[in-house]
């Protein structure tokens, strides 16, 4: 646990120094789609994804 909050320090530390604030979104995206991946399961994901929605 403590890597992934290092990892998420960093991050928001390279969002915020070099004013990258175009990529937080796309991580928020990513963040929550890895978490609907790993607890629901991938055939979930994979319908939306193929619906287009």
């Known amino acids: 646990m403590k890597k992934?909050?290092?990892?998420?320090?960093?991050?928001f530390y390279?969002?915020?120094?070099?004013?990258l604030y175009f990529i937080a979104p796309i991580?928020?995206?990513?963040?929550i789609l890895a978490f609907l991946v790993f607890y629901i399961g991938p055939t979930v994901i994979?319908?939306?994804i193929y619906a287009g929605v």
Do not use: D, N, P, Q
Not at 14 to 19: A, G, V, Y
Not at 27 to 31: D, R
């Open 4 to 11: 992934v909050i290092y990892i998420l320090k960093e991050t």
């Open 27 to 31: 991580f928020i995206v990513l963040a």
């Open 46 to 48: 994979i319908s939306f």
């Open 14 to 19: 390279m969002i915020k120094r070099h004013k």
